[in-house]
């Protein structure tokens, strides 16, 4: 079951927003990576607990996935998955590494690109949006896992339990590539609370005075249903 | 250069639609074309030559033309007649390759002044790229070395030109479509054409100059508001897309939804610059959209819209529904597609190429339950403007329930398929497998396809048997009831359980238990070999005759003692007799001993025709003559109470039958008459002559129809009631008490007329008196030689030096044999076996006549008979048979010039027979 029903629409329409601008300016460095157009269509948001986003991206993908992880820490913390289909990873790898490879050097570089294509999209979204929040965040270096969506979100993440999964359906597409992928937010409730207050700073800021005669009915209940 | 420079003229009326082409498409970007302080001309490349269709009046402020006579002439007009060829060249090449061009002319004004005229001439293109005008700005670089000031003029101009252009561009890109804006993020100011102003209701003159950037905002809906702020925010951020669906709030209150797409642009260091879009009107389209929703949803249609070399394709929730996915506006195309089961079509097809409309139905297995549904997909590939790609927009839909229905009555029909190929293998099965004979016969009983059965028990093959006759191969006895039962078959009559026997190749006969199925003017057919039944039957009747001879021991033993004492009585007598040398007795006595030894060898007789072991020996008879004869029999036979009457009928047919038979038949009904009479009674014996015609045959089983010569013995006894007539033919089956008759009577007669071809018919009613009927087949031919046997006559005796052989191993019989024909006057050789009958034979000795006995030690009596007739083709023979060479002895045995006597035999017989063979040759 979905819980994100517990964002306000403005909310969601936010952070959908910060989300936006952070992976266009991951677009906009993978564009100048790969050198062809990445045309970009606006992503929808999903919370979810991980035990849903691990169902949920199963659904959507019947194969092994790759996925290109960071954590991050500051004013919201949690881990970030860049997440491709396998097939789809290679697609990347050649896109961000030029057709002129032959297979077997791709797959020997495959690793190596990904990480890098990871960190310049989960990097810039994430600086992007801590940015337009007005804060800072640490993150690491990232690291190359493999596996099923259990693996990902529910094995990986026990210290999570309780946490929630924010989930990207971002649909980023390289064109005559079908490359498509998904990135994920693993938090923890706090790190979930804190950042929808600084989405609600956010809001505040864009929308001034007018925000509080049309959003101040979804607010009472949020940070209940944060914790749902 | 004249021809050149003379103006064309090309219809009014195309420039006019042109002019009004044009300012439709630019809109308000031609009015401020037109205000434009830049001396400006549009021409039109699809009226012949190019013409100018429109300048402003700047242009005719430099060159000294009015509008009016600028229009409608190809703008070389104004060229001096030394200006330079190579350079209009260039500019016509521009113009043909549809690229921009600078170019410096010198040309002329009005008023004959020339002046150095520096165009820039750039294409104009519609949505699909055509060009469909020609914008020139010109100036007057005559004073070309002042130039500081008019390079920088030239420089703003081509920027504003620029600019213009790409306004225009942009507009006529969405020709149509709503207003335009462009937001200059560094400035915060926010130009907007006229349709944008006339939607936020702005002054359109002002909208175009600029107003602050956060007008943007001013006439959306409060509730949207908002929404739209943070959307705006991402972008001034440095989001890329913008694409938003709002409502606007006219000065008067009204409502209009609107979809506002744009992009930002950035500078070098992507910083965002400028954010400039365009505003459509969707009002309409939301009603619409919003009627299409609920219809979709009432009708389960799920939409799409996939761009080609995408990774997702836009969903609406219907569509996740039906494919059992989460409800999402984005779906990857896999996701979508891997749900559709191998080999059928994809929902989304990626392949590059594709265009038109396109259809498809194919199953998935629901993401969510797995369930199987069908699903019919409909779309269509359009141009997409953003992308220039191609943009495939459809629908899908359940259509299960018609599939299924379809898929059932699919599915019933090869259920019925394999349901009929299943009999047809299960019918092959038996076809081939059965030890039944099975055939498919013709309308003329010929078969047309039989089973391997036929070859497994009978040893022929397949094509021996197809095309024959059903009956080729039947036992000749069985060849008339067969006849019979094919006839009803091929009529349409089921026929069932019938016996006959098939020769098998081998030569044995089978016994085969028949049924017929008629079907149409075929038939078909299914034999079950019955020998072994039959075989087990034979023997479980004879050891049931057996069983019942034990029985009857003490009823023969009887009859036998009588016979017996009367014969040993009698001989006693002559003995004494003779001893004391009183002869005149002697012949009584002697009769008597005759008379009993006669009743001795009439009751083995009828023990041996009872078993068929005995030969017929069919001759012409006169039953009149014959039943005549008997009478003195009958009347000793019979006690004094009875009454005998024979009534002979005049002009009786003559019969065919075994004489000795009938009289036996005869004496056997007479018996029975007498014992049904213990009181005493009347026994009438008649003869008549009977026509069964065929109506009356056909009611009678067995019957054939024709001329019978009937024998009737009527009593006026007990009578039987219809339960016992009914079991009257049975062996053995008797009414009298054990140790008093043998049973054997009736079903004696009833086998020596069947034997005969004829048949027996009882007539009887309790307390009246019973008559059988015997039926024997009239004879057409002349009656045989007939002597009553009445002792050894002189006929029967020799012609000089006739010769007979005589095999014979029992030496006593051989010794009487020997002794009648010495009596008779015939030269008798003699042989004691086979082999010395056949030395005998192979001499050159006269013979005329070969008697000998049929079950001789080492070589038979046929087989001797067999050789003797290969040496001496014309050999007579006449065969001296007892109970044990039954098995010799059939139909058939008998060849022309062979006769055959039964032992016991009365000399006197022998000698009639041996006399009437070596007459008759
Ligand atoms: C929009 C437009 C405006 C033009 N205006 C002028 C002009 O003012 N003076 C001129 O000498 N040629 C002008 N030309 C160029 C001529 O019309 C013509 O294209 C050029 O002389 C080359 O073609 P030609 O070799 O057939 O003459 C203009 C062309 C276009 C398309």
Not at chain 1, 108 to 129: D, F, K, R, S, Y
Not at chain 2, 50 to 75: L, Q
Not at chain 2, 795 to 805: I, K, P, S
């Amino acid at each position: 079951m979905s819980v994100d029903i517990a964002l306000s629409e403005l909310e969601r329409d936010a952070l959908t927003e910060l989300v936006n601008i952070g992976v266009s300016r991951a677009a906009s460095s993978l564009r100048k990576m790969i050198g062809e157009e990445v045309i970009l269509s606006v992503p929808a948001i999903e919370i979810l607990s991980p035990k849903d986003a691990s169902r949920l991206i199963e659904e959507r993908e019947a194969g092994q996935l790759v996925a290109v992880r960071q954590q991050f820490e500051g004013a919201f913390a949690g881990r970030a998955l860049l997440i491709f289909p396998e097939e789809t990873s290679l697609d990347l790898v050649r896109a961000v590494v030029g057709n002129q490879l032959s297979p077997d050097e791709v797959a020997e570089m495959e690793q190596e690109a990904l990480a890098e294509t990871g960190n310049v999209i989960l990097n810039g979204c994430l600086a992007t949006m801590a940015n337009m929040l007005k804060r800072s965040l640490d993150i690491s270096l990232p690291e190359v896992i493999r596996g099923d969506g259990p693996l990902l979100f529910e094995l990986l993440h026990q210290r999570a339990e309780g946490g929630l999964v924010l989930f990207l359906y971002i649909n980023f597409s390289v064109r005559n590539r079908d490359i498509r992928g998904y990135i994920a937010m693993l938090m923890d409730l706090p790190s979930l609370a804190a950042l929808q207050q600084l989405i609600a700073d956010f809001i505040e800021r864009v929308v001034g005075k007018e925000v509080e005669s049309v959003s101040s009915k979804g607010t009472d209940s949020q940070n209940a249903s944060w914790q749902a | 250069m004249t021809v050149r420079n003379s103006p064309q003229q090309p219809h009014r009326r195309a420039i006019e639609s042109a002019v009004d082409e044009l300012r439709r498409q630019a809109g308000p970007i031609f009015t401020a074309l037109e205000q434009s302080g830049l001396p400006l001309a549009i021409t039109d490349p699809r009226l012949p030559d190019n013409p100018v269709v429109f300048v402003n009046d700047a242009f005719s402020e430099i060159t000294g033309y009015p509008a009016e006579e600028a229009i409608g002439r190809n703008g070389r007009f104004m060229q001096a007649p030394e200006s330079d060829p190579a350079t209009t060249a260039r500019i016509r090449a521009a113009i043909e390759a549809g690229r921009e061009i600078s170019a410096e002319v010198l040309n002329v004004r009005k008023d004959g002044t020339p002046y150095w005229n520096r165009m820039f001439i750039a294409p104009i293109r519609d949505a699909s790229g055509n060009i469909i005008f020609f914008l020139s700005t010109h100036f007057d670089v005559t004073q070309v070395h002042e130039a500081e000031r008019i390079h920088r003029d030239l420089q703003t101009g081509q920027k504003k030109l620029d600019e213009t252009n790409e306004r225009l561009r942009f507009t006529l890109a969405v020709a149509g479509a709503g207003g335009s804006w462009e937001w200059d993020i560094v400035n915060q100011c926010l130009n907007a054409d006229a349709r944008f102003s006339a939607l936020y209701g702005l002054d359109p003159i002002e909208a175009a100059r600029g107003v602050p950037a956060d007008v943007f905002f001013s006439a959306i809906h409060p509730e949207d508001r908002p929404r739209i702020r943070i959307a705006v925010a991402g972008i001034l951020g440095g989001a890329e897309i913008f694409s938003k669906e709002y409502r606007l709030v006219a000065p008067d209150g009204s409502l209009r939804w609107v979809h506002a797409r744009g992009r930002c642009h950035f500078d070098e260091n992507d910083q965002p610059l400028r954010f400039t879009g365009v505003l459509v009107d969707i009002t309409e389209q939301k009603h619409v959209e919003e009627r299409l929703r609920i219809a979709q949803t009432a009708g389960g249609i799920g939409t799409f819209e996939y761009v080609q070399g995408f990774g997702t394709v836009s969903v609406s929730d219907e569509f996740c529904r039906l494919l059992g996915l989460h409800l999402t506006n984005a779906l990857p195309v896999r996701t979508i597609n891997a749900l559709v089961m191998p080999g059928d079509p994809p929902v989304i097809e990626q392949s590059p190429g594709l265009e038109g409309t396109s259809y498809a139905e194919f199953r998935i297995a629901r993401s969510d339950n797995g369930e199987h549904r069908w699903l019919a997909r409909r779309g269509e590939y359009v141009q997409d403007v953003e992308t220039a790609g191609i943009r495939f927009i459809g629908v899908v839909y359940d259509i299960t329930t018609a599939k299924q229905s379809e898929e059932r009555l699919r599915e019933l029909n090869e259920k019925l398929e394999s349901r009929v190929e299943e009999r047809t293998r299960e019918r092959d099965r038996l076809w081939s497998l059965s030890s039944d004979l099975f055939s498919v016969c013709d309308g003329h009983g010929h078969h047309t396809a039989i089973n391997p059965a036929w070859t497994e028990l009978l040893g022929y093959r397949e094509d021996e048997v197809v095309g024959t006759r059903f009956d080729a191969w039947v036992h000749p006895e069985d060849e008339a009831s067969t006849h019979e039962h094919l006839k009803a078959v091929l009529r349409g009559d089921a026929v069932g359980d019938f016996d006959m026997r098939l020769r098998a190749k081998d030569g044995a006969y089978r016994w085969i238990n028949w049924t017929f199925a008629p079907a149409g003017d075929m038939f078909y057919s299914v034999g079950r070999d019955v020998t072994q039944r039959k075989q087990l039957e034979d023997q479980l009747r004879q050891s049931q005759k057996m069983e019942a001879i034990g029985q009857l021991t003490g009823g023969i033993a009887h009859d036998f003692n009588n016979l017996l004492t009367g014969i040993v009585g009698s001989l006693d007598l002559m003995q004494t007799r003779i001893s004391q040398g009183r002869t005149e007795n002697v012949e009584r006595y002697a009769k008597a001993a005759m008379t009993s030894a006669n009743r001795a060898a009439a009751l083995t007789h009828r023990l041996l025709a009872f078993a068929r072991r005995q030969p017929l020996d069919p001759r012409s008879v006169d039953a009149n003559r014959l039943v005549t004869s008997m009478e003195d029999l009958l009347r000793r036979t019979i006690s004094e109470s009875i009454q005998l009457e024979l009534v002979p009928s005049d002009n009786l047919w003559l019969t065919l039958c075994d004489p000795n038979q009938l009289e036996s038949a005869i004496l056997n009904l007479a018996i029975n008459a007498r014992d049904a009479m213990p009181d005493g009674g009347k026994l009438t014996i008649e003869t008549s002559n009977f026509h069964l015609d065929a109506a009356s045959a056909s009611t009678q089983q067995d019957v054939a129809p024709g001329h019978y010569v009937a024998i009737s013995v009527s009593d006026t006894g007990t009578g039987m009631p219809a339960d016992i007539v009914a079991q009257a033919f049975d062996p053995f089956f008797t009414t009298k008490p054990l140790g008093e008759g043998t049973g054997l009577g009736l079903s004696m007669v009833y086998g020596f007329a069947k034997q005969s071809e004829g048949h027996v018919r009882i007539y009887s009613e309790v307390g009246k008196g019973t008559t059988v009927n015997v039926y024997l087949p009239r004879y057409h031919g002349e009656l045989d030689d007939q002597d009553v046997p009445s002792g050894l006559r002189q006929a029967h005796r020799a012609e000089a030096g006739e010769t007979v052989l005589v095999v014979e191993d029992e030496p006593v019989v051989r010794g009487l044999i020997l002794e009648v024909l010495g009596d008779l006057g015939y030269r008798a050789l003699e042989a004691d076996d086979g082999p010395s009958g056949l030395s005998v034979l192979e001499s050159k000795q006269r013979i005329d006549l070969l008697v000998t006995d049929v079950g001789l030690p080492g070589l038979n009596g046929r087989q001797l008979a067999d050789h003797a007739r290969l040496l001496r083709p014309n050999l007579r023979v006449l065969f001296i048979t007892g109970y044990a060479e039954k098995a010799a002895i059939s139909s058939g045995f008998l060849e022309a010039g062979m006769e055959m006597i039964t032992k016991p035999f009365a000399v006197d017989d022998l000698a009639s027979r041996i006399r009437h063979i070596i007459e008759r040759s």
